[in-house]
């Protein structure tokens, strides 16, 4: 009984420190929230459908990127894609936070009826460890325009 016990607990607690390590996301369009997930989720079945007449309404795409751990000297970016083409870039100086991308800036009133992919990466400052190591980017989700 003792044994069965301490492994639901050490389970429980095993849960608990995996859980608190995981990235997250949030998306909004203006200050109302339309998305959110974890990076650990498979984001390649995500398919957020987005009406175009809110997009005209919305100014800006803010994205609440909030990493487990966050390293300093690292910067964030963020770049859409249409199938295998990026159609906007946008990096800023922090690796975790709130990032606000201009609407206009990001060709998504273009992308009627197309499907398109949100990644996200993170690089160091520092261009010798930047080409030391190997950058691997994150599909935050995709975004059908109707």
Not at 2 to 15: A, D, N, P, R, Y
Not at 34 to 60: E, H, Y
Not at 132 to 146: T, V, Y
Request: with cysteine; glycine share 6%.
């Amino acid at each position: 009984m003792k044994l069965i016990l301490i492994l639901i607990i050490s389970s429980f607690g095993c849960t608990l420190i995996s859980h608190a390590q995981t990235s997250t996301w949030k998306l909004y369009l203006n200050k109302k929230q339309v998305a959110q997930g974890t990076v650990t989720q498979r984001s390649d079945s995500t398919i957020i459908v987005l009406k175009k007449s809110r997009l005209s309404r919305s100014k800006l795409l803010r994205i609440d990127y909030m990493e487990s751990v966050v390293p300093k000297g690292w910067n964030r970016s963020f770049a859409f894609y249409d199938g295998d083409k990026e159609i906007a870039h946008f990096k800023f100086g922090s690796s975790s936070g709130m990032f606000g991308i201009p609407l206009k800036q990001t060709q998504l009133l273009k992308a009627g009826g197309k499907i398109i992919s949100l990644y996200t990466y993170s690089e160091p400052l520092d261009e010798k460890l930047a080409s030391a190591i190997r950058i691997r980017r994150i599909l935050i989700c995709r975004l059908k325009i109707e």
